[in-house]
């Protein structure tokens, strides 16, 4: 199981609207096309401290390469370009891929 991952960090004064819109018409759209789709809000604990906004993490989760390739080549692309229209300044975003290991 790989996990793809996209973090956002997001303006106050759109967080409320910019959560709902990523609940509610984005990620059940793509959500179809993987595994599993979380939304999670990160509360940094230590080595963060001048972060402006809010933070989000957007995990899809991938049973195999082609659906890995398909999120980072396609949907990542979709969910940015969505975001872009409804949003178009107060957020950023960047990606990083997580290889599962083993659960303990």
């Known amino acids: 199981m790989n996990i793809y991952n996209i973090t956002f960090i997001v303006e106050p004064e759109i967080e409320k609207d910019w959560v709902e819109f990523v609940d509610r018409e984005v990620l059940p ?10 939304l999670l809000k990160v509360k940094f604990e230590e080595g963060m401290d001048n ?3 809010s933070t989000f993490s957007v995990q899809f989760y991938c049973k195999d390469k082609d659906m890995i390739s398909w999120i980072r ?32």
């Open 29 to 38: 759209e793509l959500g179809k096309s993987v595994h599993q789709v979380d």
């Open 51 to 53: 972060v402006k906004g």
């Open 73 to 104: 080549d396609i949907g990542h692309q979709m969910l940015l370009q969505k975001l872009h229209r409804k949003f178009s300044k107060n957020w950023l975003a960047f990606a990083s891929t997580l290889e599962f290991i083993k659960s303990y």
